[in-house]
């Protein structure tokens, strides 16, 4: 199945879900949302996300000295960002049970538009 516009979906949700745990740099948000199960996820997308987050006022963020490379630009969830990741944890859970409960009603099987 391809999750490409699932993803797109709930890729905002499950960036702040995962900057709620800890803050962290764009490379470990990425492996975090890839090790949680997100295999698809892309670093371009993710970067994207974090930037729009950031812009919107979800996101903090700031720079920690690395003394073996670049320094790392850390991202931290702002009570807006609680505030967004709540609803945004309400909406799927409405979401999801509904479609869950459409996939397996019975009742529907056979029905035609």
């Not at 391809?2 to 745990?21: F, I, M, R, S, Y």
């Not at 492996?31 to 970067?47: C, E, P, Q």
């Not at 409405?94 to 009742?107: A, D, E, K, R």
Request: no cysteine; glycine share 10%; proline share 3%.
């Amino acid at each position: 199945m391809d999750t490409t516009q699932l993803l797109k979906g709930v890729l905002d949700l499950a960036v702040l879900a995962v900057v709620e745990a800890e803050d962290a740099y764009g490379y470990d948000i990425v492996r975090r949302l890839r090790d949680g199960g997100l295999t698809d996820v892309g670093d371009a997308s993710v970067y994207g996300t974090l930037r729009r987050l950031y812009s919107a006022g979800a996101l903090t963020s700031y720079v920690v000295p690395s003394e073996s490379g670049p320094h790392r630009k850390y991202y931290g969830i702002t009570p807006a960002g609680r505030a967004q990741l709540q609803q945004q944890r309400d909406d799927w859970h409405t979401f999801s049970t509904t479609v869950t409960t459409l996939l397996g009603n019975q009742s529907l099987q056979g029905v035609s538009a």
